[in-house]
């Protein structure tokens, strides 16, 4: 497509339920990147997608969260038996060619807004 | 580990009131420092690239410039729609493929 689509852009859940934020890169970016951005804060790295397969995961905070990528493209990011802590917004990018020196432009979702009751 | 800071945490703005953004960053082998502009209830937006001491970039009313410590993004002659978070970033050479984000600025200008 022509931007980072991410869905839902808003969820709302207990604490204790599980939940999936689904993340469609732009055709081509063969990177991938899950963040994490709370009130006040700078954005948090989650992981690191280079294709299908995940190089870095370091950012992930615990066990509860997982995420996967299946066929070079959508990715989903998984929390388990959520936390009040995990409300943030999950922001996916995207990265295309490689740039000068290593360095490269992402390409950011409008996110996903999650709120643990 | 890399470290991003950014000052002030908000600016308030006349329209006109030129200004300027702080991003000190401790980096091991800088890759590339980072702008993003990031508007309410979407994701941060790309500005600049800047990759060397003493590089500088323009946009409109914005430019952007670089030290070996610092990075500063001016705003001259501010309009309502500078209005913004704006984001510093920066890639070392030990994870050049990860950027670490400062906690941004928000700047409010009015008319």
């Known amino acids: 497509g022509a931007g980072v689509s991410q869905s839902p852009s808003n969820k709302v859940t207990e604490k204790g339920k599980d939940v999936e934020l689904r993340c469609d890169p732009i055709?081509?970016?063969?990177?991938l990147y899950w963040y994490r951005q709370s009130l006040g804060q700078g954005l948090e790295f989650l992981i690191y997608f280079q294709g299908n397969s995940a190089p870095d995961k370091s950012g992930l905070p615990s066990d509860r969260f997982s995420a996967e990528r299946t066929g070079g493209s959508v990715s989903t990011l998984t929390i388990q038996r959520t936390q009040q802590e995990d409300s943030a917004v999950y922001l996916c990018?995207?990265?295309?060619?490689?740039?000068?020196?290593?360095?490269?432009?992402?390409?950011f979702g409008a996110g996903s807004r999650l709120t643990v009751l | 580990e890399d470290q991003v800071t950014q000052s002030p945490e908000a600016l308030r703005l006349q329209e006109g009131e030129s200004s300027s953004l702080n991003c000190s960053y401790t980096?091991?082998?800088?890759?590339?420092l980072f702008w993003y502009r990031q508007d309410p209830g979407k994701g941060p937006e790309f500005l600049f690239t800047?990759?060397?001491a003493g590089e500088e970039k323009e946009k409109e009313r914005l430019k952007a410039t670089l030290t070996k410590k610092e990075s500063f993004l001016h705003i001259t002659a501010p309009k309502p729609e500078d209005s913004a978070t704006y984001l510093c970033?920066?890639?070392?050479?030990?994870?050049?493929?990860?950027?670490?984000f400062g906690a941004g600025t928000t700047v409010t200008v009015r008319a």
């Open positions: 980096v091991s082998g800088l890759r590339g």
């Open positions: 970033a920066a890639a070392g050479a030990s994870n050049d493929y990860k950027l670490s």
């Open positions: 990018a995207g990265r295309g060619g490689q740039g000068r020196s290593g360095a490269n432009v992402l390409t």
């Open positions: 800047l990759y060397s």
């Open positions: 055709s081509g970016h063969t990177a």
